[in-house]
Every structure is written in C-alpha cells, then in structure tokens.
C-alpha cells in the first residue's frame, strides 16, 4: 500500500472518530502519546477479497460514561451498560470507516463487537502488515483507536468519488 493510500486511511480513521464522537457531544483531539487507566476495549473484524482484519477501541471509562445517550447516563451506569455501549462506539465506528472505504473502492462486511474491560491489557500478537493507530483526548478522557489488517498487494485507496449509494447513512438504523 503507498504512502498516498496510507495518509487517506489515517484521515479516514481521525475523521470518523472525530465525527462519532461529535454525534455524541464531545469534541476529542489527537495526541501523540497516551495511557488510558483500566480501559474498556472493543474489537470488531472485518472482511473483504481484498482486505480483513479488526478494529480495536480502547476508550477510559469517564469517556465512554460521557459519551453515553441522556436516557443511559443517570446515576452511576453499571459496567453492564458501559460495555454495550463501548461495543456500540467501535460497531459506529467502524462502520464510518466502511461508508469512506466503499468510496474509496473497497466494500468490507463487519462483524459483531467483542468488549473486555480491566487494567494493563496489552495485544501481544504479531503487528500486522496494515496498522494505522490514533491517539486522543477529550475533556471527559482518553482514547485510541486502532486499524489492523491483512491485505492483497495491489491494494490502493482511490480517491473517494461520489457517494456509494449501497452505504447506509452514518446515524441511520438498519432492521433485519
């Protein structure tokens, strides 16, 4: 993948996240470096011919409590309801980064949320050929994000065209 296909993947990851959490009233910036303190983690993994792998959000609990709907956020939400709602954020997010993918050419299929919550975890697998990693902050916490992927040697990201009309509008609810 050149350079050129990298850089886009990068603005597509910081722009999604930017624009999920903004849909969430909370305005968060890339940072360089970063711990996030007993995190909640969600993975989710995608597929396409050309291109599969996870993605992987950490998120500080003050965050993803603040980043929670107003009729969630009474009270003291149980661990129970933060971690549905962090495995909520990474579906939203990724499912972001497939709306900009499939206008760059590629139409990946997501699969379901796995969320794990606790001190120091650590991915100690092997770092795939395709990692793109953000980093940020808000006011109510700490995040990051993270793209991992295999993927075929001729891919390249095109410029995004039109819209894909078979994307699902960012915010919209699909019913099986």
């Known amino acids: 993948m050149n350079a050129e296909s990298l850089s886009r993947l990068d603005e597509y990851l910081e722009s999604s996240a930017k624009q999920l959490f903004d849909s969430n009233g909370i305005q968060i910036e890339a940072v360089a ?55 909520e954020l990474s579906n939203q997010l990724l499912g972001r980064l497939k709306n900009r993918l499939c206008a760059a050419g590629i139409d990946i299929a997501l699969s379901t949320p796995i969320v794990f919550f606790g001190k120091e975890m650590r991915n100690v697998s092997h770092r795939p050929p395709l990692y793109r990693a953000l980093r940020f902050k808000s006011g109510s916490g700490r995040g990051s994000a993270e793209f991992q992927a295999e993927f075929a040697a001729d891919l390249e990201l095109v410029e995004a065209g039109l819209q894909n009309e078979s994307a699902t509008p960012e915010g919209e609810a699909l019913f099986f």
């Open 33 to 87: 470096e970063g711990e996030i303190d007993t995190p909640f983690a969600s993975t989710i993994g995608f597929t396409s011919p050309r291109l599969r792998g996870a993605l992987v959000l950490s998120l500080s609990r003050e965050l993803v409590a603040a980043s929670l709907p107003a009729n969630l956020r009474a009270g003291d939400p149980n661990l129970g309801i933060l971690a549905d709602w962090t495995g």
